[in-house]
């Protein structure tokens, strides 16, 4: 099964971003061999750019053809893996993205629907991740920043067309504690293991 899964790079003057760090983890896991049986990976890393980051993505989806597609982002504040259960057509930012544009009261995609749900079978995603003793669990607001721009482009490039995909907001990671001082972190190797959980699920070889 093709799979894509893309992370975003730092944004807002951070150093890190977990999302980066689990998708570049994942692929050099694939590139030394410790590739998951029956899936055939694709990665990329995103801008935090509106328009621009869609736009790498739609042609992403084109050049690979997946058969699902998994984008992870960062959450500060969060404590869990949260799988995003609904996208909705909104950009409305409240801090620059990293080409300095802040946009305020549009829509993602003029005239498309007001909100996309995942296609990703996000509930057994949950059962699946709380069963490896990860912290787990849904949710239903990816904000209105370019995490949920491309959750949105994504769910709308890919309606109707019977793919599996959606977004995952991760947690910080420890080395991101100093800053954001008294935010929640999960230690990046657990991270990994939760998405290489949300892969099996995606590919429907997940053996619980």
Same mark, same amino acid.
């Given at each position: 099964?093709?799979?894509?899964? +893309?992370?975003?790079?730092?944004?807002?003057n951070g150093? =890190?971003?977990?999302?980066?760090?689990?998708?570049?983890?994942?692929?050099?896991q694939?590139?030394?061999?410790?590739?998951?049986? !029956?899936?055939q990976?694709?990665t990329?890393?995103?801008?935090?750019?509106? %328009?621009?980051?869609?736009?790498?993505?739609?042609?992403?989806?084109?050049?690979?053809?997946?058969? #699902?597609?998994?984008?992870? &982002?960062?959450?500060e &504040?969060?404590?869990?893996?949260?799988?995003? $259960?609904? #996208?909705?057509?909104? *950009? /409305?930012a409240?801090?620059? /993205?990293?080409?300095?544009?802040?946009?305020? *009261?549009? @829509?993602v995609?003029?005239?498309?629907? /007001?909100?996309?749900?995942?296609?990703?079978?996000? $509930?057994? =995603?949950?059962?699946a991740? $709380?069963?490896?003793g990860?912290?787990?669990g849904?949710?239903?607001?990816?904000?209105?920043?370019?995490?949920n721009?491309?959750?949105?482009?994504?769910?709308?490039?890919?309606a &109707?067309?019977?793919?599996?995909? !959606?977004?995952?907001?991760?947690?910080?990671? @420890?080395?991101?504690a +100093?800053?954001?001082?008294?935010? @929640? %972190?999960?230690?990046l /190797?657990?991270?990994?293991?939760?998405i290489?959980i949300?892969? =099996?699920?995606?590919? !429907?070889?997940? *053996?619980?």
């Open positions: 099964m093709r799979i894509l899964l +893309t992370g975003f790079e730092p944004f807002n150093k =890190l971003n977990p999302s980066e760090q689990i998708v570049q983890t994942i692929a050099e694939f590139e030394s061999g410790a590739a998951i049986s !029956g899936v990976l694709h990329a890393i995103l801008p935090v750019v509106f %328009t621009e980051s869609s736009e790498l993505l739609r042609h992403l989806i084109a050049l690979h053809k997946p058969e #699902a597609v998994i984008c992870l &982002g960062q959450a &504040g969060r404590k869990e893996i949260s799988f995003e $259960r609904v #996208a909705i057509n909104l *950009d /409305d409240r801090i620059a /993205d990293n080409a300095g544009r802040i946009i305020t *009261d549009q @829509p995609v003029a005239n498309g629907p /007001d909100a996309h749900f995942t296609t990703l079978p996000v $509930r057994q =995603l949950v059962q991740v $709380r069963a490896e990860m912290a787990a849904l949710s239903l607001s990816a904000g209105t920043f370019v995490c721009h491309i959750f949105y482009s994504v769910q709308h490039a890919l &109707g067309q019977q793919k599996r995909s !959606g977004f995952i907001h991760v947690p910080l990671i @420890p080395e991101q +100093t800053e954001f001082e008294g935010q @929640p %972190t999960m230690a /190797d657990r991270q990994v293991e939760a290489e949300a892969i =099996l699920v995606a590919a !429907g070889a997940y *053996d619980a």
